[in-house]
């Protein structure tokens, strides 16, 4: 009933900027947090950053002051904003939609940032 679909990944080095975009579909609330999370080889899935439909963020340490995430309601989108990418950065990002207890996953989006 919930579909995310992510885009906006690619290759780029380090030093570099892309921007992520997740479009959300079907059936979703108001109240829903979206956000997005990473995961690299052999590396806990983490959270990046996540927003509430207010606008209330929360980022992980290694990319505040260079992440930016935004949502756009009307279109239940959202969207991560990367600036001065890291080659830490590489992994692959999830854009992930909680609502009433469930969690709903996109299929993931490459990012691989070279030195």
């Known amino acids: 009933q919930v579909q995310l679909v992510e885009s906006g990944g690619g290759l780029v080095q380090a030093g570099g900027s892309l921007r992520l975009s997740c479009a959300a579909s079907g059936s979703i609330f108001s109240i829903a947090v979206m956000g997005w999370y990473r995961q690299a080889p052999g590396i806990q899935r983490e959270l990046v950053a996540r927003i509430a439909r207010s606008g209330t963020t929360v980022y992980a340490d290694s990319v505040k002051g260079r992440f930016t995430i935004s949502r756009d309601n009307a279109k239940n989108t959202i969207y991560l904003q990367m600036n001065s990418l890291k080659p830490e950065d590489t992994a692959v990002y999830y854009c992930?939609?909680?609502?009433?207890?469930?969690?709903?996953w996109g299929q993931g989006t490459q990012v691989t940032v070279s030195s």
């Open positions: 992930n939609l909680a609502m009433l207890g469930n969690n709903y």
